[in-house]
């Protein structure tokens, strides 16, 4: 019988650039959510190692070692010493390329749906170790609960939840992809400030996306998603990671389905709740 696990989806409730480094990469501070729903991954033991990807946006990836998936097998086949194999099966969901976590979202799943397949016995900190060097989101993503992530985003510190779990979400994106490494190689270098400290909900409410600007400069249908969400009220709408999915949330369902009844068919749309 398959085990399965959720790629919970990852927004940025706040995403602020602090500093480039002199390794190419950015000091961020970040404020993680997760939502109920995501891409699925399911495996069954095997002999050896094998990816099939189905699912709406599974058209056109590559199931071969250069996949995340696949990647997070090896890295912890080699790691544990596991001998086994495992057919895994991964039904993508969610948007390629879209600024909420969907390959750091799938690896983090394959690592606990295989610390289970194969009685790995690892805690979720081992996990998100071994895989860290895979990608910045991926430890956050291994535990997908709120957190703050600061240097490239593997610093964690777990936030209290309380005004943020079971928010009613909605993503929007308008199935046009962004380079990730492009928007953050236009940032100005301008530090705009530190994410607040407290509560998680009051800082995500002053806190912002730095890399919104330059991404709806690439991408100008991002400026019309977030306009359109900023019709219905929502308590929160910003831009997610480096886009160009974008997200809004309410206080109740009903208002959710009111603003995605306003949206233009052609964008992919969501509706969920975080977790």
């Known amino acids: 019988m398959d085990n399965s696990e959720i790629a ?141 992530g600061s240097g490239t985003g593997t610093a964690l510190a777990f936030l209290d939840d309380s005004n943020i779990a079971a928010r009613h979400v909605l993503l929007v994106n308008p199935l046009q992809s962004v380079s990730t490494a492009a928007i953050f190689k236009a940032w100005s270098g301008v530090d705009g400030g530190a994410v607040d400290c407290g509560d998680m909900w009051d800082a995500a409410i002053a806190g912002r996306n730095d890399l919104a600007p330059i991404a709806a400069a690439i991408c100008p249908v991002i400026t019309d998603i977030l306009d359109r969400l900023s019709l219905s009220n929502p308590v929160l709408a910003r831009m997610s990671g480096s886009g160009a999915t974008c997200f809004a949330l309410f206080d109740d369902a009903e208002a959710l389905g009111s603003a995605r009844a306003t949206l233009d068919p052609d964008w992919w749309s969501m509706a969920s709740t975080l977790r």
């Open 8 to 148: 919970f989806a990852k927004i940025n409730l706040a995403l602020h650039v602090r500093k480039r480094r002199e390794d190419g990469y950015h000091d961020i501070e970040t404020l993680f959510a997760f939502v109920q729903d995501g891409d699925v991954l399911s495996a069954c033991l095997a002999n050896a190692l094998s990816l099939e990807i189905d699912g709406p946006f599974g058209i056109g990836l590559q199931a071969d070692d250069s996949n995340l998936v696949l990647k997070t097998a090896l890295s912890l086949k080699a790691h544990f010493g596991v001998t086994q194999g495992a057919a895994i099966r991964l039904d993508k969901r969610l948007p390629v390329a879209s600024g909420i976590g969907g390959g750091s979202a799938d690896a983090a799943a394959t690592a606990r749906l295989l610390n289970q397949l194969w009685g790995l016995g690892a805690a979720e900190q081992e996990l998100a170790d071994i895989l860290s060097p895979l990608g910045a989101d991926i430890p956050a993503c291994v535990f997908s609960r709120p957190s703050f």
